[in-house]
């Protein structure tokens, strides 16, 4: 049961490390890290994503920056209580950790597959120059009730797509994790720098059941 549940979230990325381990929490003694990942884009552009990693799994002791891995895992989200607010907080829950000496695979540096439920209305709209977005939260189970949720941005034919499915549809994702800034407007004066995360869809299928 728990190895199907895993199938319906894997990612897998090649990148380069770019920050030292930062303590996070601890589940019965057992210490988890994150760590920040650049990983390239064809169009020359980069990606950091933050990666949660046990202590058991890498020596957190030791700086990792500048050194190239490839990890494998799931893409995972918590609520963090900042005040009266929840922030949904994303990263990626490796399994796998493998320092590489170089990236072979320039085409397959960052791919996720993801199957799971729409649990909001998908927000559809055009941008000024007229391409075409679908902002979508999915619903993703993992073991004993629990589910993550992972936004996702569709564009063109695949956003006019998305923009029909209903709450609680069951869809299947395939697409890259990507970072993206942001600047969220505090008052008339003052504005902050963001971070977002999400997954940038190259193909969806609805599942009809």
């Known amino acids: 049961m728990i190895d199907k549940v895993i199938e319906n979230n894997r990612v897998s990325i090649i990148g380069e490390i770019v920050s030292e ?3 996070s929490h601890e589940v019965f003694g057992e210490g988890f890290y994150t760590v920040d990942v650049s990983v390239d884009r064809l169009s020359e552009l980069t990606d950091v994503i933050p990666l949660m990693v046990s202590e ?10 500048g050194r190239l891995v490839e990890v494998s895992g799931q893409f995972r989200s918590y609520n963090r209580h900042e005040g009266a ?41 055009k941008t000024p120059l007229g391409r075409e977005i679908a902002d979508l939260l999915v619903a993703v189970n993992r073991p004993y009730g629990k589910s993550d ?3 996702c941005i569709a564009w063109g034919r695949n956003a006019r797509y998305a923009s029909t499915f209903e709450v609680g549809g069951h869809i299947q994702i395939w697409g890259r994790v990507q970072s993206r800034e942001y600047v969220k ?3 008339e004066e003052e504005s902050e720098k963001h971070v ?3 997954v940038s869809v190259s193909k969806l299928e609805y599942i009809d059941e």
């Open 149 to 151: 949720y992972i936004p």
């Open 56 to 65: 058991r799994l890498v020596d957190v002791s030791e700086d990792y920056q």
């Open 85 to 125: 607010k929840n922030k949904l907080v994303l990263s990626i829950f490796v399994r796998e950790w493998e320092e590489v000496e170089e990236n072979l695979e320039s085409g397959k540096t960052n791919q996720i597959f993801l199957d799971g439920y729409i649990c909001k209305a998908p927000i559809y709209r």
């Open 185 to 187: 407007k505090i008052n």
């Open 21 to 23: 381990f930062k303590f």
């Open 196 to 198: 977002a995360y999400e």
